[in-house]
C-alpha cells in the first residue's frame, strides 16, 4: 500500500535559531513552548522555482511552457548547466532578500516556511542506483536557506520553518517536486527514496 504523503510532504521542522550575541530568548523558542502563536508566511517559489507563481523569472525565458509546468528537474534538463545554474543563481539571489525578511518583521509576523527539495544538500548518500538525479538541479540554494537562518532569521527574531517540498522520485508527481517523470510518482516505491526523505528531515547543521 502506497505511504501517502500528508499536505505534499510537509517535513515543517521548525529552527532553533539562537542569537547568540542577545541575551534576549529568540522568538522559535517562546513558539516551541507554545508561549505565543506562530504568525507566519510563505517563501513559495524562492528555493523551489514554482511556474505558477514565478512566472516573470528570468529562469523561464524563452522555456516552453509544457517544461516550465513541470518542475526544477525537467526544466533543468532543457537548459542544461551552462545557461540553467547563471539563472536560478540571479533568482535566487533577488526572489527573497534580507529586505523581505525586515518588512515580515514589520507587520509582526513572527515566522516563514520555506519549501526545498531533497537535492539542496549538493549529495545523496542513498543511491545504490547511482542515478545521481540530484546532480540535474542547479546547485547554491543552501547557501540561501544558511544566509535565511544564520543571519536575516536571528537578525529579525523569526522562526523559519524548513519544508521537505520536493522528495527524492516526486511525493505526487506535480511540479513543486520537481519529478523526472512528469505525473508520476516514485517516492514511495523505492526505499532509497524513503530514506533519503527521512534522512533529509534529521540531517544539516540546523
Given at each position: 500500500?502506497?505511504?501517502?504523503?500528508?499536505?505534499?510532504?510537509?517535513?515543517?521542522?521548525?529552527?532553533m535559531?539562537?542569537?547568540?550575541?542577545?541575551t534576549?530568548?529568540?522568538?522559535?523558542?517562546?513558539?516551541?513552548?507554545?508561549?505565543?502563536?506562530?504568525?507566519?508566511?510563505?517563501?513559495?517559489?524562492?528555493?523551489?522555482?514554482?511556474?505558477?507563481?514565478?512566472?516573470?523569472?528570468v529562469?523561464?525565458?524563452?522555456?516552453?511552457?509544457?517544461?516550465?509546468?513541470?518542475?526544477?528537474?525537467?526544466?533543468?534538463?532543457?537548459?542544461?548547466?551552462?545557461v540553467?545554474?547563471?539563472?536560478?543563481?540571479?533568482?535566487?539571489?533577488?526572489w527573497?532578500?534580507?529586505?523581505?525578511?525586515?518588512?515580515?518583521?514589520?507587520?509582526?509576523?513572527?515566522?516563514?516556511?520555506?519549501?526545498?527539495?531533497?537535492?539542496?544538500?549538493g549529495?545523496?548518500?542513498?543511491?545504490?542506483?547511482?542515478?545521481?538525479?540530484?546532480?540535474?538541479?542547479?546547485?547554491?540554494?543552501?547557501?540561501?536557506?544558511?544566509?535565511?537562518?544564520?543571519n536575516?532569521?536571528?537578525?529579525?527574531?523569526?522562526?523559519?520553518?524548513?519544508?521537505?517540498?520536493?522528495?527524492?522520485?516526486?511525493?505526487?508527481?506535480?511540479?513543486?517536486?520537481?519529478?523526472?517523470?512528469?505525473?508520476?510518482?516514485?517516492?514511495?516505491?523505492?526505499?532509497?527514496n524513503?530514506?533519503?526523505?527521512?534522512?533529509?528531515?534529521?540531517?544539516?547543521?540546523?
Open positions: 500500500m502506497q505511504t501517502r504523503v500528508d499536505l505534499a510532504l510537509v517535513f515543517c521542522i521548525l529552527i535559531v539562537l542569537n547568540f550575541v542577545s534576549e530568548e529568540h522568538v522559535a523558542q517562546k513558539i516551541l513552548r507554545n508561549d505565543i502563536k506562530l504568525k507566519g508566511v510563505n517563501l513559495g517559489g524562492w528555493l523551489i522555482a514554482e511556474h505558477w507563481m514565478t512566472w516573470d523569472s529562469i523561464w525565458q524563452d522555456v516552453p511552457e509544457n517544461i516550465s509546468n513541470a518542475g526544477e528537474f525537467v526544466t533543468m534538463n532543457y537548459l542544461g548547466h551552462n540553467g545554474d547563471s539563472r536560478f543563481e540571479k533568482h535566487r539571489s533577488t527573497i532578500t534580507e529586505n523581505d525578511i525586515a518588512e515580515i518583521a514589520k507587520f509582526g509576523l513572527n515566522a516563514v516556511r520555506v519549501p526545498i527539495g531533497y537535492w539542496i544538500v549529495f545523496d548518500n542513498r543511491d545504490p542506483s547511482h542515478q545521481e538525479h540530484w546532480k540535474m538541479f542547479a546547485p547554491g540554494a543552501l547557501k540561501y536557506l544558511d544566509t535565511l537562518i544564520f536575516w532569521a536571528r537578525k529579525y527574531n523569526i522562526a523559519v520553518l524548513i519544508d521537505l517540498h520536493a522528495v527524492k522520485g516526486s511525493q505526487n508527481g506535480n511540479d513543486h517536486s520537481a519529478p523526472e517523470d512528469p505525473g508520476k510518482s516514485y517516492w514511495s516505491q523505492y526505499p532509497e524513503v530514506q533519503n526523505a527521512i534522512g533529509e528531515s534529521r540531517k544539516n547543521n540546523y
